[in-house]
């Protein structure tokens, strides 16, 4: 199948110009100026630009959590990211505690296979590294899984004490895998938490108010220090707070191999939106929390200087109706995640590139790129360049929406809610290219189940 783009103005992290592009055998073959090819299919991209497909590093699809288990399978989930403009996501599959870690793999690619509309890859949430399961961590990157999240967070469930951290650490810095922490201080927060129940606060908003930034901050902190000492690099997820980010940068400045992801819901959205009326705020119960509003701003300002280098969007669906409603008498009890992985590139490309924060190339960078270093797909994702995979979406700059589950309906997530409800956006994803296969047209999905494969990740490109 061949497929030719004209008069693409082609946006990288580094290049912004005009010409067409020449895609066979799945991968962009030729770029130059007014070609004269015969193809499948000819499109023209007049007026709208060619980004490299986005790839969004923080999934949860068909995760067992909080009492059931999140609302789009791979199926799902995926369709609703190619709608957005994303061709790639690397989801976590879970090690269940005191099991082989290469278990919970096979369990995460028989929810995977066959069933995505477009190219994922697994990390591996770490939840027991006692003994000889150390030897594990080599044998999941000889199967393409390059980075491990650790929890400092959900004491019980998915936490790991900093003794077993720090061996985590040093077997992955070792081999060149790359560590991921979800950074909140487990063991104060369920103190906070345990004392506003006692004292019967018990709404949605709670949530937020007992998991403080400096919790955060605190971990953040924490893990960077035991990552220098165990020799290992380190990326942050979904990081939140300015106090967070503070650390952060401290250690970059200091020269340390340390990287963090935000998402839109800490750029977007802020405390006032567990204010709602009645259960409403039980939409944004997330972890970490949404934050008060002026860390925005300073969010973005890490996007901009290069402290943040990812925006993922940790999409972990509940529906208000049966799922998020188990937690009506208590916030405890209400499944942790929220939506967006369809909403990310529109919503960056709004409230980065519309509102003047960040240039295009950086929107390519932090929407793809830096991704596809992190995490080991590239050059093959996360560029358009001869010999690629052909993961393109072509973008209208100008096309306007209001993000909607109602009429117009903008929503393809298999949840009930959207987070960024009424939130216009201009700029919108029209065409999407999947290595070489055209799988949103016009916004249909004209891909099918199964298009999608399962891409072995290579080491950090340092
Ligand atoms: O609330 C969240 N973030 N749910 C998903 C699991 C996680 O911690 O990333
Ligand atoms: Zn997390
Ligand atoms: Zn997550």
Redesign the pocket.
């Known amino acids: 199948m061949s497929v030719l783009i004209k008069n693409a103005r082609i946006i990288t992290a580094v290049d912004d110009y005009r010409a067409d592009v020449y895609i066979e055998d799945e991968q962009v073959s030729v770029i130059g100026n007014d070609l004269q090819m015969e193809a499948d299919t000819i499109i023209d991209a007049q007026g709208k630009y060619l980004f490299p497909g986005g790839i969004d590093p923080h999934t949860?699809f068909d995760m067992p959590?909080g009492g059931t288990v999140s609302a789009d399978n791979f199926e799902t989930g995926t369709r609703a990211a190619a709608f957005g403009g994303t061709t790639t996501i690397i989801d976590f599959a879970i090690q269940t505690m005191g099991k082989s870690a290469l278990e919970g793999l096979d369990t995460w690619h028989a929810k995977a296979e066959g069933n995505t509309a477009i190219d994922y890859g697994f990390h591996m949430i770490i939840t027991d590294m006692t003994g000889n399961r150390m030897n594990e961590l080599g044998m999941l990157v000889d199967r393409g899984i390059t980075s491990y999240k650790l929890f400092t967070a959900y004491p019980g469930v998915l936490y790991m004490d900093d003794g077993m951290i720090y061996n985590t650490m040093q077997k992955a810095g070792e081999m060149g895998a790359l560590i991921c922490v979800?950074a909140e201080n487990g063991i104060v927060i369920d103190e906070i938490v345990k004392k506003a129940v006692r004292d019967g606060k018990t709404a949605p908003k709670w949530h937020a108010l007992t998991r403080p930034t400096r919790m955060e901050a605190e971990a953040v902190h924490r893990t960077i220090s035991i990552a220098e000492v165990a020799g290992s690099p380190l990326y942050i997820?979904?990081l939140s707070s300015s106090d967070a980010l503070e650390q952060v940068a401290r250690a970059r400045d200091r020269g340390l191999p340390v990287y963090a992801e935000t998402c839109p819901q800490y750029l977007f959205l802020d405390l006032n939106n567990y204010e709602h009326d009645g259960f409403e705020g039980a939409k944004y119960v997330?972890?970490p929390p949404l934050r008060e509003k002026w860390n925005q701003e300073e969010l973005w300002k890490g996007l901009k200087t290069g402290d943040i280098q990812a925006v993922s969007t940790?999409h972990?669906p509940f529906r208000m109706s049966d799922q998020k409603i188990l937690g009506k008498d208590v916030f405890t009890k209400i499944p942790?995640?929220a939506p967006g992985v369809e909403n990310r590139m529109s919503l960056i490309f709004q409230g980065g590139v519309v509102e003047s924060r960040i240039s295009l190339n950086r929107f390519v960078e932090i929407t793809s790129t830096s991704a596809a270093k992190l995490f080991g797909l590239f050059p093959k994702k996360g560029t358009i360049a001869v010999g690629s995979d052909a993961d393109l979406v072509i973008f209208d700059p100008n096309r306007k929406e209001t993000i909607s589950v109602n009429n117009p309906c903008t929503h393809h997530m298999n949840v009930d809610y959207n987070s960024y409800e009424g939130i216009q956006v201009k700029g919108f994803s029209e065409t999407v290219i999947s290595r070489g296969k055209v799988i949103i047209q016009d916004g249909e999905y004209v891909g099918k189940k199964g298009d999608g494969r399962f891409i072995k990740r290579g080491l950090l490109s340092k």
């Open positions: 949860h959590f979800h997820v979904h997330m972890s940790d972990c942790n995640g």
